[in-house]
């Protein structure tokens, strides 16, 4: 007769970073798995150097999903050091997810961010994610499966999913659980990131004034925040931050015509700036250019990189 701690399976945890081209989905199925609750501890365990988008709590384990830019040819010394960064995360994490979206062919890209994955983490293990599954058809999503398993090898376990609509979700995260090795939760229970809420308040701003031109100011915008003041006798905290570009023409892609996209790149921040805290903000947005700060290690410094 087996006693009931005999049938428990142990707990597990791990580290799990996604990566894949720009727009596969990568922060949207971050955010998914989290679940919506965001709770900020100014503890930094020791266990890691790297971003902590979201931590994923479940009774038999906790993955800490790790954020990780991409790697790119670095022209600047912000290039360089962000592919240091990655290279660490590759080889650090207990799981890799390559993101490929469901409604697009595999292409060059893909291929290069696989063999990479590859080359800097030859034992990391693997999963092919196909994102964004209610976007197609079934006969779409199987081929896409095929496609991305023979691209990765059979090694790596593939599983497509929607972080929109949820199907898959939990698939997913039992995949990525599965893959980790037995261990302790590095977080106690309730603290879902460790990004102090500047920082995260510095995302929220720059996420909301990227969309749409990603691909003009790719990595030429960092968004300092200058003050955080709960306004004297009232519920509201007045949030000012400073949005920092390189050239005039990318300050009138952020402000838009007569402010019109600067306005709502306020409104949404607000919004999600308004969830963390917990009470109405005010938001004030400056748009400045700093020349060349993506080469400059002083402006660098200073606007965290
Ligand atoms: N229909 C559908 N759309 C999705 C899904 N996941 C993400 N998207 C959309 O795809 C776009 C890109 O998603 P992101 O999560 O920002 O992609 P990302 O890979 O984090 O992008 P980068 O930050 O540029 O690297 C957004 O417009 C999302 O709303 C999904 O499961 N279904």
Redesign the pocket.
């Known amino acids: 007769m087996s006693t009931p701690s005999s049938q428990t399976p142990e707990f597990r945890s791990g580290f799990v970073c ?1 990566v ?13 798995l989290v679940g919506d609750k965001i709770a900020i501890t100014s503890n930094r365990p020791q266990t890691t150097r790297h971003a902590i988008r979201g931590i994923v709590n479940r009774p038999d384990a906790q993955l800490i999903l790790i954020d990780t830019p ?1 790697l790119h040819r670095p022209r600047t010394l912000l290039g360089q050091r962000l592919n240091d960064v990655v290279r660490d995360t590759y080889s650090e994490v207990d799981v890799i997810c390559v ?1 490929i ?1 469901a409604d697009e062919a595999i292409g060059p890209g893909d291929r290069r961010i696989v063999e990479q994955v590859q080359t800097i983490a030859p034992k990391t293990r693997k999963v092919g994610v196909v ?5 197609v058809g079934p006969e779409k999503v199987a081929s896409q499966l095929m496609a991305l398993s023979a691209l990765m090898g059979p090694d790596a376990e593939v599983v497509p ?5 949820g199907r898959q979700l939990d698939t997913l995260s039992d995949v990525l659980v599965s893959l980790c090795d037995e261990g302790p939760a590095f977080y106690p229970d309730g603290e879902l990131t460790d990004e102090p809420e500047q920082v995260l308040m510095a995302e929220f701003i720059r ?1 909301a004034a ?1 969309e749409g031109v ?1 691909d003009e100011l790719p990595h030429s915008l960092a968004v300092v925040i200058e003050e955080v003041v709960p306004r004297d006798g009232s519920e509201i905290v007045d949030v000012y931050a400073h949005l920092f570009v390189e050239r005039d023409s990318q300050k009138g892609i952020i402000i838009g015509r007569k402010g019109a996209r600067l306005k709502e790149v306020g409104t949404v921040a607000r919004g999600q700036i308004e969830r963390l805290l917990g009470t109405k903000v005010y938001l004030d947005l400056h748009v400045k250019v700093a020349k060349d700060w993506q080469r400059d290690p002083k402006q660098l410094g200073r606007l965290g990189f």
């Open positions: 996604f894949g081209r720009p727009n596969t989905g990568k922060s949207t199925l971050t955010n998914a991409g993101c979206p994102t964004k599954i209610d976007r999913c929607s972080a929109k609509s996420e990227l990603r």
